[in-house]
């Protein structure tokens, strides 16, 4: 099973750049339902993490804080 992680600044970074959940969701390749679990404090895979936090223009460490 592989490691999860829980970005919990997602939400936060997604906000200051004035995106929706579908848009961001949309430029990760994930869908609205996903990003709202995910913002809402649920687990995803790393590789998740990572296309998220290039989505957003920042590093995993950033986003995992």
């Known amino acids: 099973r592989p490691h999860l992680t829980s970005p919990p600044r997602l939400a936060h970074c997604r906000i200051l750049l004035g995106l929706t959940p579908k ?21 995803t895979r790393p590789s998740s993490a990572l296309k998220l936090a290039q989505a957003l223009g920042c590093t995993l ?3 995992t804080g």
């Open 61 to 63: 460490e950033e986003l």
């Open 23 to 43: 848009q961001r969701g949309h430029l990760a390749g994930m869908t609205r339902t996903h990003l709202a679990r995910i913002e809402g404090g649920g687990e």
